[in-house]
C-alpha cells in the first residue's frame, strides 16, 4: 500500500540539471563560478578544528549572521543562515503561506523549483506572465493581491533571462503587496546593482525579504549554504523557530564565513566573469544568435534556426561532453541557457558551435 | 503587521541543550561523543578536493547510500541521506501527514523535538503515556490507529530514559500499526540490538523506516548528518521528490562516508563509552541517586533528595561549568539527563557532586 500524501504521489519532483560525477566534462549547465574558491576557504577548510565536528555548531549560526549583518550594512536579526539557498525558499512556504491556501505567486517563467515547493507544500501557483521583453507587468503587485497570495517569488536578476529589474520597480511592488515579497538575488554578484535598500533601515518596507546563495558568486555550489535579509527582525524571528534546529553545520559555517570575509577579493572574479559574459554575448551574437543582455553568469541565447536547431545543438553538444541547459517551457524552446565558464572553456563552446556547421 | 501562519505565531520553538561556544566547561547535556572522530574522517577533510566545494554535490548522496546500504545489508533504493536526522524526522512529516490531518502519534515522554515539528506542520499529536517502567504498552499500536495517525515515532533505545525495546516488541506494533513506523535509533550504536531487521528482505513489513545519526557514534554533531533506512524503495522515493533538492553538502557526504566506513574501529569507542556508563551507573546508585539501565549514551538519574534537590544540583553544576540536562515533564522534574563524557570528565562531575554535601 502506498502511505505518503496525495500531492506527494502525485508531485513531479523537481529536475536539477546533470551533474556528471567526473571532471571530464564542460559544465555549463548549472551556473557554477568556473573558479576555485578564495584561498581564505581553502584555508579554512584545511585549519578547522576537528574538535568542532565533535559538538554541535552553533544552532543560529551567529558568526556568520554577525559578519553578513556588518557587509551588508543591517543588523544581526535580519539575517537568517540557511542550508542553501533551497532551505530558505522551503522554509519562506513553511512559514508564509498556508497549506490549502491561496498559495504562492510567481513571474513566468521563472526558477522551476518554486513550483515544486509549492507542490510539496500543497498550496496552489498564481503565474503571472512576464511581458514581451521578459519585464514585470506594470500591475505585478494587483495580479497578486487580487488572487490573494500570501506569499511572491522574484528572482533578479531574472532566471533564466539574466534581466535586471531596478530597485523602483521591486520599491513599487513590495509598497503595494499585501504578503510578503521575496527577492531571489542568488545572481546579484553579477548585476550592476542589488536590492539591499529595501531591506536597509529606512526603507518603510516590512515585507521584504532578500535570498543570497554562496553557491554562484563564492564557487560554493557544493556546500550548501545561502542566507536571508529580511526588512524586519520579526520575518527573521518567524522563520527561526521553524527552521531545523541545527540548520547549518559547523564546517559550512566557518567556510561560509571565510568567503564573506573575502568578498572584496572575490569581486575581482565576477568583473571577469562579466568581461566573458560579454565577449560570449559578441561571439553568439556574430553567429546569428539572439542573446539577451544578462545581468547575471549565464546567458540565455535563441538559436539561428529556432526550436530544431536549438534541441539539435543541446544534444550534439552533450555528447562532445559540454553541458548547457535547455528548458521544456513554451517561450524557452528555441532556446539555450549557456554559463559563463573560463575563457578556455567558453572557447570550446564556440569551437564546438563552428565546427557543427 | 504580521505575517507568519498562526500555528507558526503561537508556536514554541524547540529549544536544544545550551551550546556554549567555549572551550572550557564540561558539556554533558547534549548526548556529544567526547572523543574526536575517527582519523580516518580528519583525513578526509584535511584531503578534500576543493574543486568539488565549486560545483553541486551529488543530489542523491549516492556514494554514502552505496556504502550504508552495504555495511547494513538493505539496498541503496532503501537509504536516503539527510542533513541530520532531524531533517530526516521534518520530511517524515512532510510526506505522510497531512497538515490539518490526524496527526501522528509519539510515546510520551519523547525526544520533544517531535511536538515541535508536528506544530511547525499545523498537525495534532496523539501522545501515549509510557508505563511505569518505561516500557510501551501493550496496546500502543491499537491507540495509535484508533487515534487515527498516518505516522508514528518511537525512539529505541529511548530517550531520555536509554531504555530499550525489543525487536519482537517494535515488529508486533510495526505489522498492528496502519501507518508509517519510525523507529529512532540515533542513539543504536550504545545498544545490545538494533532494529535492522525489521527493514531487511524478508520482514514482511513496509511501513517501517529506522533513523540513523553520525552525530552521538561517530562524533559528528557538528557535520549535520542522518540517515532513513526504509523496509520498502517506495518510501524512499516519496522521500526523495519532497527533500531539498541538494540537502546533503559535498564536505559532509566525504565525511559521512569515511565515518562509516570506519564503523568496525569506531566500534571500539563505543565499547569504552558502554564501559563509563556502567561504571557511571555504579557511582551514582552508591550516592543514592536511582539510575535506569541505560543502552545509550547517556543515563536519567532521580537525585537523592526529589525535584529540589534535581534542581538544586543542576544549578550548582551549572555554575562550575558543568552542563547536563534539565527537562520540565511531569515525570522528569527529580531527575538530571547526564551525557557519559571521558572518564577524567565523569570523574569531575562525581567529585563535583561530593563536594557538594
Redesign the interface.
Known amino acids: 500500500?502506498?502511505?505518503?500524501?496525495k500531492n506527494?504521489?502525485d508531485?513531479q519532483?523537481?529536475v536539477?540539471?546533470e551533474?556528471p560525477?567526473t571532471?571530464t566534462v564542460i559544465?555549463l549547465n548549472?551556473n557554477?563560478?568556473?573558479?576555485?574558491?578564495h584561498q581564505a576557504?581553502?584555508d579554512a577548510?584545511?585549519q578547522?578544528d576537528?574538535?568542532?565536528?565533535?559538538?554541535?555548531?552553533?544552532?543560529t549560526a551567529m558568526p556568520f549572521r554577525k559578519l553578513a549583518a556588518q557587509t551588508h550594512g543591517v543588523t544581526t536579526e535580519q539575517i537568517i543562515a540557511t542550508?542553501?539557498g533551497?532551505?530558505l525558499l522551503?522554509l519562506l512556504l513553511?512559514?508564509?503561506?498556508?497549506?490549502?491556501g491561496k498559495g504562492i505567486g510567481v513571474s513566468d517563467p521563472t526558477y522551476s523549483?518554486y513550483e515544486v515547493l509549492a507542490a510539496?507544500h500543497?498550496t496552489p501557483v498564481t503565474r503571472i506572465a512576464r511581458m514581451e521583453d521578459w519585464s514585470l507587468p506594470g500591475d505585478f503587485a494587483k495580479q497578486l493581491n487580487d488572487a490573494g497570495v500570501?506569499l511572491a517569488f522574484i528572482v533578479n536578476p531574472h532566471a533564466p533571462t539574466g534581466r535586471l529589474e531596478s530597485v523602483d520597480t521591486l520599491r513599487e511592488i513590495a509598497s503595494q503587496f499585501n504578503?510578503?515579497l521575496v527577492i531571489d538575488e542568488a545572481y546579484t554578484n553579477f548585476a550592476e546593482h542589488d536590492c539591499l535598500e529595501l531591506v536597509r533601515e529606512g526603507s518603510g518596507l516590512?515585507?521584504v525579504i532578500l535570498l543570497r546563495s554562496l553557491?554562484k558568486g563564492y564557487?560554493?555550489?557544493?556546500?550548501?549554504f545561502g542566507y536571508g535579509i529580511a526588512s524586519t527582525p520579526?520575518?527573521i524571528q518567524?522563520m527561526?523557530?521553524?527552521r531545523?534546529?541545527?540548520?547549518?553545520?559547523?564546517?559550512?559555517q566557518a567556510?561560509a564565513c571565510a568567503a564573506l570575509g573575502a568578498c572584496k577579493d572575490v569581486a575581482g572574479s565576477w568583473k571577469k566573469i562579466i568581461s566573458e559574459r560579454n565577449r560570449m554575448t559578441e561571439e553568439l551574437t556574430l553567429r546569428n544568435w539572439i542573446v539577451l543582455p544578462s545581468q547575471t553568469n549565464f546567458i540565455l541565447a535563441q538559436a539561428p534556426g529556432g526550436i530544431d536547431d536549438a534541441v539539435r545543438i543541446y544534444q550534439t553538444l552533450k555528447e562532445k561532453g559540454i553541458f548547457v541547459r535547455y528548458f521544456n517551457h513554451p517561450r524557452l524552446l528555441d532556446k539555450l541557457r549557456i554559463t559563463i565558464g573560463t575563457p578556455s572553456q567558453n572557447n570550446m563552446l564556440i569551437g564546438a558551435l563552428d565546427n557543427m556547421n
Open positions: 500500500m502506498s502511505y505518503e500524501r506527494i504521489s508531485l519532483a523537481y536539477p540539471g551533474q560525477q571532471g559544465k548549472t557554477e563560478h568556473p573558479d576555485l574558491p576557504v581553502i577548510l584545511r578547522f576537528p574538535e568542532l565536528l565533535r559538538r554541535y555548531p552553533s544552532p542550508n542553501g533551497d532551505e522551503r513553511t512559514v508564509f503561506s498556508e497549506p490549502n523549483l510539496i500543497d500570501t504578503g510578503v516590512d515585507n553557491s564557487s560554493l555550489a557544493g556546500l550548501r520579526a520575518l518567524a527561526d523557530k521553524a531545523d534546529s541545527y540548520n547549518t553545520d559547523a564546517v559550512s567556510l
